[in-house]
């Protein structure tokens, strides 16, 4: 800018003079509204949000450069760096930043655990493992095994499977399953002698049945016999039994029913 002046005197004389003002634009633009740095959950990162600024001089364009992750520890742990540029018209320039510290602090999400169920001895389902989900970096199940824990009885005990849900982070989960096992059926009886009619002079000997049991073993017990006097003394019924009992108490008995006859005449 150049400022003149002229001094005129009564007769007309005149001189002049001047000032000249350098002006110069050398403050970059300041930033307002600058996205505070923050610490957020992998799932929750926030939108762009861009700041403003002014000048002193010739206003400011504000540019958005990007932003650049820098890995953690986990595939969930890592921050992204966020930067701007503000421009004015003699390009000046400042830049300003975000920091975003991104966590995985939440664990897994089983789905599909099997439900707890009551079943017969026999009938103990397969393994059947879950599923898991995760908010940021996936997630594997693992299934632990199954703990054994004994009842009143052979057959009665339950089994309690567990699953672990591990993610990238090493945030984990837990589910499990329990089986309550039950024996409530009676053993079955095999070979059991057959109804018979016979002399009076030919009785067979006891002969013991067999027993299967479909979880805990069966024990047959041999009950004695019991005569039913007919109409004479050598016509007669004999009814033996048996009981066979598995190591829950659960039994069956089964019978056997011999008629015996007098039908020989006496010898002479």
Do not use: H, L
């Given at each position: 800018i150049t400022r003149t002046w002229t001094a005129t005197d009564g007769c007309n004389n005149s001189s002049t003079a001047s000032q000249v003002i350098t002006v110069r634009d050398t403050k970059a633009p300041v930033m307002a509204n600058v996205p505070a740095n923050t610490t957020v959950e992998c799932d929750a990162i926030p939108a762009v949000q861009n700041p403003t600024a002014t000048d002193n001089c010739s206003g400011a364009t504000v540019t958005y450069n990007g932003e650049v992750k820098t890995n953690g520890n986990c595939v969930g742990n890592y921050t992204i760096t966020r930067t701007w540029t503000a421009t004015d018209g003699c390009n000046n320039s400042s830049t300003a930043s975000q920091v975003i510290t991104v966590r995985d602090t939440k664990a897994p999400v089983m789905a599909n655990v099997p439900a707890n169920t009551t079943i017969e001895c026999d009938a103990i389902p397969a393994v059947q493992n879950p599923t898991a989900t995760d908010n940021c970096s996936g997630a594997t199940v693992t299934y632990n095994g199954e703990n054994k824990t004994s009842g009143n009885c052979a057959g009665n005990y339950t089994l309690t499977r567990t699953w672990t849900a591990t993610d990238g982070c090493g945030n984990s989960s837990t589910a499990s399953q329990v089986i309550?096992?039950?024996?409530?059926?009676?053993?079955?009886?095999?070979?059991?002698?057959?109804?018979?009619?016979?002399?009076?002079?030919?009785?067979?000997?006891?002969?013991?049945?067999?027993?299967?049991?479909?979880?805990?073993?069966?024990?047959?017990?041999?009950?004695?016999?019991?005569?039913?006097?007919?109409?004479?003394?050598?016509?007669?019924?004999?009814?033996?039994?048996?009981?066979?009992?598995?190591?829950?108490?659960?039994?069956?008995?089964?019978?056997?029913?011999?008629?015996v006859r007098d039908t020989k005449a006496p010898v002479m």
């Open positions: 309550t096992v039950k024996d409530s059926k009676a053993p079955i009886f095999a070979n059991i002698p057959a109804n018979t009619t016979v002399e009076c002079d030919a009785i067979p000997a006891v002969q013991n049945p067999t027993a299967t049991d479909n979880c805990s073993g069966a024990t047959v017990t041999y009950n004695g016999e019991v005569k039913t006097n007919g109409n004479c003394a050598g016509t007669y019924t004999i009814t033996r039994t048996w009981t066979a009992t598995d190591g829950c108490n659960n039994s069956s008995t089964a019978s056997q029913v011999i008629t």
